[in-house]
């Protein structure tokens, strides 16, 4: 695997994620047999010292991690007489760092300690490694597809809303250029990027350049302007007019048509290739004509239905494609977590097949100032 140009050598702050802290330390996320399993030992008084190894199956891109840390160093612990007892100082951690390459069957994360403190905690941190690992392979899988062209990160519209911001970090870490919403972007103080939507363009009655003229009156000082030029299914004629009346406030036009759409431009050229959606086809003749009408600067946005597969074929036809958006298909997949406890009390006691495997790149957990949020 190529080396990720966003991996990062620092922890999140724990107060970053925001945790339903006392939920989760009553195990109402939890699945209920690890809570059963921390009732179990709480009521026979039994405290085993536990080394938990925890990998997945792949090669990938760690995320995830500083949010299954934060999970551990705030929802550790038992109930004493009504009051929380943290139990995160009785633990010893180590683990990998978000953006990290990781091969199959590598530890990521290892917890030694007292079981009860943690074992109600395995779904939570399990699934934040599934889930965000999965996007930054994603990311990073079109990342490398595009050659170090931009990507924008635009599958907010295709998921829960609550999903927003550490997918959004996951994407960044993994190579991203952009993500569409000031959620995504929030946890390392950026904002989302944008295009004049079809609904802009819509409200001013259809008339792209109207929208793409308004919105850049509001908005050109404060970001790079990039006009969806679709909406009339005529994306020469209506790119044309945009960089015509925008001039160097335009950035960027995109290129966004439907796959069940044949763009007006290709009306009297179908036959010899697939025409329908953004095609190689229909992103030349946009390129052509900005370049023939003296607007070369302004780039061109590709989006609809691209994945790692779709942009590579672009990129070996030589597309002239500045950047990609990319939706959907960064949701797609599975990347799944197991951990195993691989050793009890000093002595090795593991799942046969699971046993202990050696893990010389974690590392002790340090943040670069004491968390936040914890309990008194």
């Not at 008339?207 to 509001?218: L, N």
Request: charged share 25%.
């Amino acid at each position: 695997m190529s080396k990720v140009p966003n991996a990062v050598r620092r922890r999140l702050a724990p107060a970053t994620f925001a945790l339903p802290v006392d939920k989760m330390r009553s195990g109402y996320y939890s699945d209920a047999y690890f809570t059963f399993s921390r009732e179990v030992l709480e009521h026979d008084g039994h405290r085993p010292r536990v080394l938990m190894q925890v990998f997945q199956r792949d090669d990938s891109v760690l995320g995830g991690i500083d949010e299954a840390l934060a999970i551990l160093r705030l929802c550790s612990g038992r109930d004493v007489d009504g009051r929380w007892v943290n139990g995160w100082d009785g633990l010893s951690v180590r683990a990998l760092f978000d953006g990290d390459l990781i091969e199959p069957w590598e530890p990521v994360l290892e917890i030694e300690g007292d079981y009860s403190l943690f074992c109600h905690l395995e779904t939570l941190y399990l699934g934040v490694l599934a889930r965000r690992t999965l996007i930054s392979r994603n990311v990073r899988d079109v990342v490398e597809a595009a050659g170090g062209k931009p990507i924008m990160y635009f599958p907010a519209r295709f998921d829960h809303w609550h999903v927003q911001t550490g997918d959004g970090w996951a994407a960044h870490i993994a190579g991203a250029i952009g993500v569409s919403t000031d959620a995504q972007a929030s946890w390392w103080g950026g904002k989302g990027i944008g295009t004049v939507p079809h609904g802009l363009i819509a409200a001013y009655g259809g008339d792209t350049v109207r929208a793409a003229v308004k919105f850049a009156d509001r908005f050109a000082n404060e970001l790079y302007v990039t006009v969806l030029v679709d909406f009339e299914n005529d994306s020469v004629r209506t790119a044309l007019e945009v960089a015509d009346a925008l001039g160097d406030r335009l950035w960027a036009v995109r290129v966004d048509t439907s796959d069940t759409m044949v763009d007006r431009s290709l009306w009297h050229e179908m036959g010899r290739f697939r025409p329908t959606g953004v095609v190689p086809e229909l992103v030349a003749k946009v390129r052509r004509a900005l370049d023939n009408a003296g607007h070369e600067r302004v780039r061109i946005v590709a989006s609809g239905g691209f994945d790692p597969a779709r942009i590579r074929a672009f990129e070996r036809a030589s597309v002239p494609v500045d950047a990609y958006g990319v939706g959907s298909s960064l949701l797609r997949g599975a990347n799944d977590f197991t951990a195993d406890v691989v050793r009890v009390d000093g002595r090795p006691c593991a799942k046969v097949g699971r046993e202990e495997r050696p893990a010389p790149r974690l590392a002790p957990v340090v943040w670069d100032q004491e968390p936040s949020g914890d309990p008194a």
